[in-house]
């Protein structure tokens, strides 16, 4: 075993399938999650497609006593990636004090218990959404971030402050903040992928669920941006592709490959794309049609944002490898799945 890793989210869409990655690298994994936005069921998924089934905590982040008996039961424990946050823009729109009560929480009560117990390395999940709508693309890590327009990514700057401040007092601690970009797909086995509560905001599960027939039709938000189509533009990121940045981000900590005690990367495809190029390769990768109509566009939309990958790509050695019909495919056979169950 290369070491164990506290995986706190790890039930969730993007933590389940680092989960599956962290085993297959040969690390030993430890799941906390409070179920608020997955379900148990996830622990099959990844025990069927690793024959692992990692230890979980069903506990809330914010608990600090909880913590503390997690750690102390759990001994040895060299890094965490910290997935667990409220993560629904509108929703925080809403809620602003759950949503910094929680997602800060979460991280300050993290933080202070990672040198209590050893811990030397934390993986963070930042967003593309600390940069605001670009002043030009694709965007590189150092473009100044702005104001944020939610309190959903507000949480997410202040989190970035939050461990550069830790990081700065001289915790012994090292951290990488990743700032991914549009995830999206599932795992190819379609054991784990996403599970919207509810309508979803998110425009892969609106889409596969119209595809399926639960939603009657797929509203493009706006086709009159200044972009080549009229569509916004975008850089969608497959999950599993998203989960192996988070290995190699933890390994480089780990075993001592860089001296920079916090370091940030975009992790992206370094293309652009636009929901309209989206819904056709959806067309085309899975030969299902998706009734769509063009409506307004949605207040608060990004026009246009794609990553420059370059940091991660160079210093990592990491690279978004799926093609964009791949993860169309996976997203829908991961709802196939879901009728499968009987669950969508
Ligand atoms: P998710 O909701 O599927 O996963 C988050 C998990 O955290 C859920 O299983 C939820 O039950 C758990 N959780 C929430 N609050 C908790 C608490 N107090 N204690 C314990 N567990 C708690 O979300 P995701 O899409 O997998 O996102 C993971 C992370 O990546 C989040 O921090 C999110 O903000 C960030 N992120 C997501 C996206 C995206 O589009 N999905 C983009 C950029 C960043
Ligand atoms: C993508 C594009 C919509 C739904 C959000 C968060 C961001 C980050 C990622 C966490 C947009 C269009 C969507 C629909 C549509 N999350 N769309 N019809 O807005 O880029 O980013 O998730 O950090 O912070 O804001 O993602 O999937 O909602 O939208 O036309 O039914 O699809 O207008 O152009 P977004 P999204």
Redesign the pocket.
């Known amino acids: 075993m290369k070491g164990k890793i506290l995986v706190?989210?790890g039930?969730?869409?993007?933590?389940s399938h680092t989960t599956v990655e962290l085993i297959n690298a040969g690390y030993d994994v430890v799941i906390?999650?409070?179920?608020?936005?997955?379900n148990a069921d996830v622990l099959d998924g990844i025990e069927r497609i690793t024959g692992v089934r990692p230890a979980f905590y069903k506990?809330?982040?914010?608990d600090m006593a909880a913590m503390r008996a997690l750690f102390t039961a759990e001994k040895g424990i060299s890094g965490i990636i910290d997935?667990?946050?409220?993560?629904a823009v509108g929703e925080s729109m809403q809620k602003p004090i759950m949503y910094y009560r929680?997602n800060l929480n979460?991280l300050l009560n993290l933080l202070e218990l990672m040198p209590e117990f050893g811990v030397k390395g934390f993986v963070f999940?930042?967003?593309c959404t600390v940069y605001g709508e670009p002043d030009h693309n694709p965007i590189t890590e150092d473009a100044p971030t702005k104001k944020a327009t939610s309190p959903y990514g507000a949480t997410?700057q202040v989190s970035e402050d939050i461990i550069a401040d830790v990081i700065r007092s001289g915790s012994p601690i090292k951290a990488i903040l990743l700032r991914?970009f549009?995830?999206i797909g599932a795992h190819p086995s379609a054991e784990i992928g996403e599970l919207p509560n509810g309508v979803p905001a998110?425009l892969v599960p609106y889409l596969t669920q119209t595809a399926i027939g639960v939603r009657k039709e797929l509203s493009v938000f706006g086709n009159d941006y200044p972009t080549p189509d009229g569509t916004c533009i975008r850089d969608f990121i497959n999950v599993v592709d998203l989960a192996k940045a988070h290995v190699v981000a933890l390994a480089r900590m780990l075993e001592d490959k860089s001296d920079e005690a916090l370091e940030v990367f975009n992790i992206g495809t370094g293309d652009g794309v636009s929901v309209q190029q989206l819904l056709d390769a959806f067309e085309r990768a899975t030969g299902v049609k998706v009734p769509y109509k063009y409506v307004d566009r949605r207040p608060g939309d990004i026009i246009q944002i794609w990553a420059d990958p370059k940091r991660a790509n160079e210093v990592l050695g990491w690279k978004a490898e799926a093609t964009l019909d791949e993860t169309m495919l996976s997203a829908w056979k991961w709802q196939l799945k879901l009728r499968e169950r009987g669950i969508m």
């Open positions: 706190a989210g039930m969730g869409f993007i933590g906390v999650d409070n179920l608020s936005n997955s506990a809330d982040c914010t997935f667990a946050a409220s993560k929680n979460i999940s930042s967003s997410k991914y549009n995830p998110n």
